[in-house]
């Protein structure tokens, strides 16, 4: 099919990681905004799009935009949309999900009641049919309005990106993987650097750094709504981008990635989860306590999601450990640390003003992300050969 737009939402406050992954992976962007990325592409895009993105959230084929401030506008530009381009006469459609932000229309439930019976009009007309099966292949159809414009796409992905297949288990308050990857992506740690995570919960960061290492892309084990649509993508395109995602895997690698946590049960877990994404063999997993962090390496890095007190009876303990974890980094005197969390005191007690932070999104939560930047690591001597 022609080259089309395709839309990848993102974490709010990231929106530069993900643009710098998309044209990495040799795409124009089209246009930035609060929450998503656009840009150019064709159906092998979307392929490409969904296993390779680290830190999108799902993909979407855009179908149009327009402005509407009325129901009945809404349906007649709805209505006017090439909804026939994209579905089959036995495909299954409906309105997944609605979301209006400083717009006359804001019900979701109305927004998406209008839109579809919008389409099925279209669809009538087009297919010169009455009645629809709905028994083939799923589009659903997402859209955002902002400031009265409506951006209609159709959802590629299904379930979230952030869903990798390694992860059955998660423990308490787990990060996800989309947000991990954008926040390691977000500090100047590559392979060949220590990185440690001590309260590695889960193990995320550790898993989506160790991927990341050994060139593992996010989306080869799991599957995607638009393996289905085989009116616009040809199966081939899909094995083609997994021979190409296997072809890029180097995972004999030396690395040096550690994963501490106080409880052991999700170490376990941690472990098992390493095994599912294929990179155990490059992390080393233990059950140890925020005072007992140290590293016999220099210039490494901490990237970490510590508590934050989700539960009030929680919040008491925060400031010991934050202080804990304070003084066990002044220890690591070379050391840059990172660390996500919406604790208003975690510099407070941590014992040090950040370097830098940056306001992230986390769903509906606001965090902070603060970077402790430790000394550049001396250059290493050219030895003439």
Known sequence: MK?????????????AVLKREIQDLGYEISEV?????????????????NVFLRTAERILWKVGDFRAETFDEL?????????????PKDGKFWVAKAASVKSKLFSPSDIQSIMKKAMV?????????????EDGASYPVRVFLKKDIVTVGIDASGVSLHKRGYRE??????????????????????????LVDPFCGSGTFPIEAAM????IAPGMNRSFTAETWTNLIPKKLWYDTIDEANDLIDDQIDTDIQGYDIDGSVIKIARRNAREAGVDHLIHFQERDIKDLSHPKKYGFIITNPPYGERLEDKKDLP?????????????????AYMITSYEDAERYFGRKADKNRKIYNGMLKTYYYQFLGPRPPKQKRTDR
């Open 75 to 87: 349906f007649e530009k709805t209505r006017a949309l090439p909804w026939e381009e994209f579905i």
């Open 33 to 49: 905004e609060d929450g998503r990325v656009t840009f150019y592409g064709d159906a092998e895009a979307v392929c490409r799009a």
């Open 121 to 133: 009009r279209r669809m009538e007309e087009h297919y010169h049919m009455k009645w629809f099966p």
């Open 320 to 336: 010991e450990l934050y202080g804990t974890f304070g003084e066990s980094f002044k220890r690591l005197d070379t050391w840059s």
């Open 212 to 215: 990341m290492a050994a060139n």
């Open 169 to 194: 288990v998660a423990g308490k308050a787990p990060i996800t993987e989309t947000l991990a990857a954008a926040l390691i992506m977000l500090t100047p740690w590559h392979k060949d650097r220590v």
């Open 3 to 15: 080259k089309t737009e395709l839309i990848a939402p993102c974490h709010f406050g990231l929106e």
